[in-house]
Nanobody, 119 residues
């Protein structure tokens, strides 16, 4: 199983980015999540989407970020709007949680990460 993220980059405050995570080695739907690691901090959950389409979000991104999936493309997206400097981080796609979407230990597979810089 491989997860490959893309879509990161440099954006000004208030701007938008859409991250993509393409999965190979298995077929969606599967419970998927996005995490981020801020400099010097532990990974934190950003959003998750279950195989049935149910979504969860961290309070800090509710109303600004949207997670979605396209099962035909085996891809999960994270649309990020109204970006703030505090959103600067490396963003990771993860797959396979069964219980708590916000617990990194629940996930079986991880992507390599994509950098998002808001400045």
């Amino acid at each position: 199983v491989q997860l490959v993220e893309s879509g990161g980059g440099l954006v000004q405050p208030g701007g938008s980015l859409r991250l993509s995570c393409v999965a190979s080695g298995y077929t969606l739907p599967m419970n998927m999540g996005w995490f981020r690691r801020l400099p010097g901090q532990e990974r934190e959950g950003v959003a998750a989407i279950a195989g049935d389409g149910r979504t969860d979000y961290a309070d800090s991104v509710k109303g600004r970020f949207t997670i979605s999936h396209d099962n035909a493309k085996n891809t999960v997206y994270l649309q990020m709007n109204s970006l703030q400097s505090e959103d600067t981080a490396t963003y990771y796609c993860a797959a396979g949680y069964l219980g708590n979407w916000n617990n990194p230990a629940e996930y079986h597979w991880w992507g390599q990460g994509t950098q998002v810089t808001v400045s």
